[in-house]
């Protein structure tokens, strides 16, 4: 499988830091169908008694409507989703590439399940993700 990436929106939820605070908060989308490929749920630094909740896709007039009713926002951190083969390292020359041309990163998370890895990177503005992705694609060519 070749690497894809593509540009994508989170949207995002604050709320005060609770016990269940994330299955509630998701209760409303899966009821409306939400097919999500992507769920972070995490403490604030600094402002423990704060969370947030990040989701994608949001996609569909029923399910945009939960999102909206339950306090989603799109974020406005320009956001990668980055799908491939997992190979030992891939992590390191993603990040490798990255760092090399002084790209900003405000976050990145990545899984393997399988054979397969995904990634969402977040960046501190359009220019620097646009530049990523080209950056992501050839890093994950190497040998």
């Not at 169908?33 to 007039?61: D, F, H, Q, T």
């Not at 969402?120 to 190497?142: M, P, Q, W, Y």
Request: aromatic share 6%; glycine share 8%.
């Amino acid at each position: 499988m070749p690497v894809t990436v593509k540009k994508i929106s989170l949207w995002r939820k604050e709320d005060e830091n609770k016990t269940g605070l994330l299955a509630l908060t998701l209760e409303p989308l899966a009821k409306a169908g939400a097919n999500l490929s992507v769920v972070m749920g995490y403490r604030l630094p600094g402002n423990e008694a704060k969370a947030a909740i990040e989701i994608y896709p949001v996609a569909g007039k029923k399910v945009t409507s939960a999102a909206t009713e339950t306090g989603f926002v799109t974020s406005e951190i320009p956001t990668l989703f980055v799908e491939g083969d997992n190979k030992p390292g891939i992590a390191h020359k993603i990040a490798q590439a990255i760092a090399e041309t002084e790209v900003d990163l405000n976050f990145f998370v990545a899984q393997a399940i399988g054979r397969k890895y995904s990634a969402v990177i977040g960046f501190a503005n359009e220019g620097d993700a646009k530049k990523a992705a080209t950056l992501i694609k050839k890093a994950s060519r190497k040998k």
